[in-house]
């Protein structure tokens, strides 16, 4: 009677940890760049009949994503905390965006599954998510590759660097890239997304008298983009311009930088103007990404 009793107590215990955690992993897409970063988004429903607190100064890593080669090789957790508490109210779901560095998470080239545990404090449990494939490809600097130097007020001053720009199929969708690299060891730097890019009007690629990358592309029809990108790899301004009939936006050089003349600015998140229909979400050009708390090993 009393091994009967106790495996009830066990089963029930069992059954209310599966409950407390409803966990939902997405990312915003499945097919990355070596060492392009990783942002996946982690929806959590607390299904514990009480408020949790995670994260905190001194707190234990509340969230940790495994990566799995095809092979069925694990690679070691990527864990990532909060100096901030973050409340998980009873009942409720919290959407969390986490960026899992590049570096590290694309580092290899293959097919992968993802999923993600989220830290249940008062059982000390991991509660899994669903599973994802994403697929690591590369690709070389088919559009730019020049070396630079990086100026002084920026990490890695002295270092000798190369900007490139890679013109890569999603799909069916052409989408630009920047890439920086030590042109000493070849070691990737950073690799992100500029945007998608129409081919029916060449980008505009140019280094600045500063080092910094210039480039303006056709973002969609009649929606040209100019991405600027600092010596060390991080977005300085991304701006767009429109391309009334025969005033084409052109990226020129100038003593003090770079500067497009021509075209008109536009602003993909204002409203319509009066008159005109709403654009479709088709044919709004991205916004430039939000920050994410970055994951770490």
């Known amino acids: 009677m009393n091994r009967i ?30 060492g392009e970063p990783v942002v996946a988004v982690v ?56 960026e899992i560095s590049g570096g590290y998470s694309t580092a290899n080239l293959g097919t992968f599954t993802i999923l993600a545990n989220v830290l249940h404090p008062l059982s000390g449990q991991y509660f899994m998510s669903n599973k994802l494939r994403m ?3 590369d690709s070389k600097p088919n ?9 002084e007020g920026f990490t890695g001053t002295g270092r000798q660097r190369r900007y490139q720009v890679i013109l890569f199929r999603e799909l069916d969708d052409l989408q ?26 060449q980008p505009q690629i140019s280094i600045d008298v500063n080092n910094k990358l ?39 050089m100038t003593q003090g930088g770079a500067q497009v003349v021509g075209g008109a600015p536009f602003d993909p998140g204002a409203p319509p103007e009066k008159g005109k229909s709403l654009r479709k979400a088709s044919e709004r050009p991205p916004k430039d990404m939000e920050a994410v708390p970055k994951a770490k090993k």
């Not at 107590?9 to 069992?14: R, T």
């Not at 059954?15 to 955690?21: D, E, L, P």
């Not at 559009?143 to 100026?151: A, C, H, I, R, T």
Request: proline share 6%.
């Open 43 to 98: 929806s959590v429903t607390n299904r514990s009949g009480a408020d949790v607190i995670v994260g905190g100064h001194g707190a234990k890593d509340w969230l940790q994503f495994e990566i799995t080669q095809s092979t069925g090789q694990r690679l070691s957790p990527v864990t990532i905390g909060s100096e901030e508490p973050i409340t998980l109210p009873a009942g409720g779901t919290t959407k969390h965006t986490v």
């Open 176 to 201: 630009l890239y920047c890439r920086i690299t030590d042109d000493r060891s070849g070691a990737y730097i950073a690799t992100f997304l500029l945007g998608p890019a129409m081919m029916a009007v």
């Open 214 to 252: 210039h480039i303006l592309f056709l973002a969609m029809p009649h929606v040209f983009c100019h991405a600027v990108v600092n010596p060390d790899g991080k977005i300085h301004q991304r701006t767009y311009y429109r391309d009334p009939e025969g005033n084409r936006p052109s990226l020129i």
């Open 143 to 151: 559009m730019f590759d020049q070396p630079f130097g990086v100026p």
């Open 5 to 34: 009793f106790l495996l009830l107590i066990l089963c029930l215990c069992c059954g209310q940890a599966r409950a407390q955690y409803v966990t939902n992993l997405s990312l915003l897409k499945n097919q990355f760049l070596t």
């Open 135 to 137: 697929t690591i490809t």
